[in-house]
């Protein structure tokens, strides 16, 4: 049986999601009582993004390989090093860092902590938007997001 294509819209909802909240972030004056809930918006934004780009590049690269099996139980750091072989990704070490930065989230936090998460949120929403189109390129997908709408 053959699994179902792979549709990466909720990953290009996730991301069109984590530009919004960024947006919205940054138009808030600093002295709003509504910048550390859009704060928390983009946070999350963060790490659901950030879920489904590693969910979706290990199942990008299980239907190009010979033994998916093999690829399903790879390491987090044999996983990067086979999307960065692949042309899938640009730098593994890049996206440890996402991986740190998504594990931060997990924790209890300060605000200091709240605010460094939210501004690298900007960032990884480039390199995400990379691998969506490399993804996209790898399974033929039409609906090609070339650049950052916002």
């Known amino acids: 049986m053959t699994p179902p294509p ?9 991301l069109d999601a984590l530009d ?4 919205y972030w940054h138009a808030e004056p600093d002295d709003s009582g509504r910048k550390p809930h859009l704060r928390a918006g983009v946070i999350q ?10 969910r979706l590049l290990r199942r990008v690269l299980m239907e190009r390989a010979i033994a ?4 399903a139980d790879l390491s987090f750091n044999d996983l990067l090093r086979a999307a960065a ?3 899938l ?23 200091t902590q709240a605010e460094s998460i939210a501004n690298v949120a900007q960032t990884f929403a480039g390199d ?4 969506l189109n490399r993804l996209a390129d790898a399974i033929g997908d039409g609906d090609h997001p070339t650049a950052n709408p916002t």
């Not at 792979?6 to 996730?14: G, S, V």
């Not at 995400?128 to 691998?131: E, G, P, Q, S, V």
Request: charged share 30%; glycine share 6%; proline share 5%.
């Open 128 to 131: 995400a938007r990379d691998l």
């Open 85 to 87: 072989d692949a042309g």
């Open 68 to 71: 998916a099996p093999l690829v």
């Open 20 to 23: 919004g909240a960024l947006h």
């Open 6 to 14: 792979i549709d990466l819209t909720p990953l290009r909802k996730a």
């Open 45 to 54: 934004s963060f790490e659901f993004s950030y879920e489904l780009a590693v």
């Open 89 to 111: 990704i640009a730098d593994p070490l890049t996206w440890r860092r996402w991986r740190d930065w998504r594990n931060r989230t997990r924790h209890g936090y300060d605000e």
